[in-house]
């Protein structure tokens, strides 16, 4: 669900938040970046309802077909598409599911001539037009279709993407790991057959805790891990390191002494693609010298103890 790198991000940007604001109370970030993993799942349920939503548009347009004097039997065949696949089905019985979108503020009906939009243009590509052809879909080729409607309407569509964004705040970060929970929602439901609305779990609980974790870290221990910095960064001009250079060197070093369970060239690794998308152009350069330079000096020194699979040199 919530990957590991997207929870770093959510916990850079509140570092970053707190340090511009001078802030001086954690719970309050702690609170905020909770509301934020519960948040990632309030849209996923929401991606997921699009579904139920966009079939009562469906039906509305069969039933104004329907009263023509010659109707159209391709533009009949076309509103019943959800009706063939056996996920859609599961999800409309699911009390699970409608307890869950119960709960949310969201509505798709409020997004104008979205469903009408999405209709007029999902009808006219290939994905679409392969899987008309079934009267009774194979799970193979209902799992494929879903899969090609939500990648369209996460990619490709622009009104699926400005509604999103209007509701989301966090739309641009967590939309990548949304419409992989919705597609391993698929895959689950046709591998096993068996509709499984994800939830935070064990290992999710354990994730989001990390995060927490971090960004608390990172405040409490700010001058142990200033000092490592300054004292390894001498060449450097000061000038050019941004805001974000030093909070994410912060969260390694914190990674490096306080996550015993985390290899220090994971956590390069995780800074080096983060600081490509929320930093400079040269921020993966500088931020991969610093923080193998202060690996060797802190392994050299024992001050980095891991644990299991998180050896000393990995």
């Known amino acids: 669900m919530l990957s590991r790198r997207n929870i770093r991000i959510k916990v850079l940007q509140h570092l970053y938040a707190f340090q511009q604001q001078d802030a001086t109370s954690v719970p309050a970030f702690h609170k905020q970046l909770d509301k934020q993993f519960k948040d990632f799942y309030k849209f996923y349920y929401f991606s997921l309802h699009f579904l139920r939503d966009f079939n009562t548009f469906l039906e509305s347009e069969k039933e104004i077909e329907l009263e023509k004097y010659f109707p159209n039997k391709t533009h009949i065949r076309n509103t019943e598409m959800l009706q063939r696949l056996d996920f859609y089905k599961a999800l409309d019985e699911s009390s699970v599911f409608e307890e869950l979108c119960g709960k949310?503020?969201?509505?798709?009906?409020?997004?104008?001539?979205?469903?009408?939009?999405?209709?007029?243009?999902?009808?006219?590509?290939?994905?679409?037009?392969?899987?008309?052809?079934?009267?009774?879909?194979?799970?193979?080729?209902?799992?494929?279709?879903?899969?090609?409607?939500?990648?369209?309407?996460?990619?490709?569509?622009?009104?699926?993407?400005?509604?999103?964004?209007?509701?989301?705040?966090?739309?641009?970060?967590?939309?990548?790991?949304?419409?992989?929970?919705?597609?391993?929602?698929?895959?689950?439901f046709y591998d096993k057959n068996r509709l499984k609305i994800e939830s935070p779990g064990d290992k999710q609980r354990e994730d989001i805790h990390f995060g927490i974790q971090l960004f608390e870290k990172c405040i409490v221990n700010k001058e142990t891990l200033d000092?490592?910095?300054?004292?390894?960064?001498?060449?450097?001009?000061?000038?050019?390191?941004?805001?974000?250079?030093?909070?994410?060197?912060?969260?390694?070093?914190?990674?490096?002494?306080?996550?015993?369970?985390?290899?220090?060239?994971?956590?390069?690794?995780?800074?080096?693609?983060?600081?490509?998308?929320?930093?400079?152009?040269?921020?993966?350069?500088?931020?991969?010298?610093?923080?193998?330079?202060?690996?060797?000096?802190?392994?050299?020194?024992?001050?980095?103890?891991?644990?299991?699979?998180?050896?000393k040199n990995e």
Do not use: C
């Not at 194979?138 to 990648?151: A, G, I, R």
């Not at 994971?266 to 929320?278: H, M, P």
């Open 104 to 188: 949310l503020p969201y509505d798709w009906k409020k997004h104008g001539d979205l469903f009408d939009r999405a209709f007029i243009d999902l009808v006219q590509y290939d994905f679409f037009i392969d899987f008309s052809v079934f009267d009774q879909p194979s799970p193979e080729v209902q799992k494929d279709f879903l899969t090609n409607l939500y990648e369209f309407l996460f990619n490709e569509f622009e009104l699926f993407d400005n509604a999103m964004e209007d509701e989301y705040i966090n739309w641009e970060d967590d939309s990548a790991d949304i419409l992989k929970a919705v597609i391993n929602t698929f895959n689950g």
């Open 227 to 311: 000092e490592l910095i300054l004292a390894n960064t001498a060449n450097w001009d000061s000038e050019r390191l941004t805001i974000n250079d030093v909070i994410m060197l912060r969260m390694a070093l914190s990674e490096f002494l306080y996550f015993e369970t985390i290899p220090p060239k994971v956590t390069i690794n995780e800074y080096l693609d983060i600081a490509k998308s929320y930093s400079t152009p040269k921020s993966h350069l500088f931020l991969n010298g610093v923080l193998d330079k202060i690996r060797i000096v802190l392994t050299e020194t024992g001050r980095i103890n891991k644990s299991g699979r998180g050896l």
